[in-house]
């Protein structure tokens, strides 16, 4: 059985947030898009990625104010990044390993996609599928 990559189960061209945005902005960002993962670009450059629980925690440990505290200051430096040709396993396993709740999929044209926990679930139910038949 050849092994699937990344590329065939990640979200493709995800919301990105600019570092220098609110938390506010992220907020709401999350909302429309039904979406708890936002890769984070410095001048269209991946920096970092920022999660709903990351928010949640900047907004209650320190109180930070959500319309004036920046992206940067939730965001976690230097995310998990495979390329889209990476296998799913190699993927899953790392982030298992590391208990990492997403990872950015990058290409030369910078963020090309998202792979989360949800993600990997969704593949673990097509995959389990398939193999049912």
Not at 20 to 38: F, I, N, P, Q, T
Not at 51 to 78: F, Q, Y
């Amino acid at each position: 059985m050849t092994l699937p990559a990344i590329t065939h189960y990640m979200t493709a061209k995800p919301c990105t947030i600019d570092r220098l945005a609110s938390l506010a902005d992220a907020h709401r960002l999350m909302k429309e898009h039904g979406v708890r993962h936002l890769p984070v670009l410095d001048d269209g450059d991946l920096c970092g990625i920022v999660s709903e629980r990351d928010l949640h925690m900047v907004e209650n440990l320190i109180g930070a104010d959500p319309t004036s505290t920046l992206v940067d200051t939730a965001m976690t430096d230097h995310p998990f990044v495979v390329t889209s040709d990476t296998l799913l396993d190699e993927v899953v396993e790392i982030m298992t390993d590391h208990k990492y709740g997403s990872v950015v999929v990058v290409g030369h044209d910078g963020v090309e996609g998202i792979f989360t926990t949800v993600d990997a679930c969704r593949a673990l139910t097509q995959i389990l599928r398939a193999r049912a038949v």
